[in-house]
């Protein structure tokens, strides 16, 4: 693990990428970004979340949704093989647990996605400001 700091703006990683690490927001704010016809925020994570643990979790090899840097954040970075190398050395069965978790939480990311759903429960009961989407619009367009 490692700990990296990032600034408003930066894109931590890119949806299709490879997905080598999962990370632990330590402060500031993370939004992830899925595209469909347009871009759609489907969370936004904050001190003590987590960004791309599903991803990892379910042994999946490429992101899913984009991290776009909302407010300069320190993220620990947890590889992808050491976690899964733990997962792997215990029963079979929390594996299947997660890696089916997993994919829960991407089929409910891709409904949220294609139904355009906008809910402030997603941001943590902040409304996300035009200025962000503007931020997000510009990196990852």
Not at 15 to 34: D, L
Not at 73 to 81: I, K, Q, S, Y
């Amino acid at each position: 693990m490692s700990t990296q700091n990032y600034s408003r703006g930066d894109v931590v990683f890119l949806e299709g990428q490879a997905a080598k690490r999962f990370y632990i927001v330590q402060s500031g704010r993370v939004a992830c970004v899925k595209k469909h016809d347009r871009l759609v925020v489907t969370y936004i994570a904050g001190k003590g979340d987590f960004v791309a643990e599903e991803t990892v979790l379910g042994f999946r090899r490429k992101h899913d949704h984009s991290a776009v840097v909302l407010e300069d954040c320190e993220l620990v970075e947890v590889p992808a093989e050491d976690v899964q190398k733990i997962v792997n050395s215990k029963s079979e069965w929390i594996r299947n647990i997660l890696v089916n978790m997993s994919e829960k939480i991407k089929n409910t990311s891709d409904s949220i996605t294609e139904h355009r759903i906008e809910d402030d429960r997603l941001y943590k009961g902040e409304s996300l400001k035009e200025e962000d989407y503007a931020l997000i619009q510009n990196k990852l367009t």
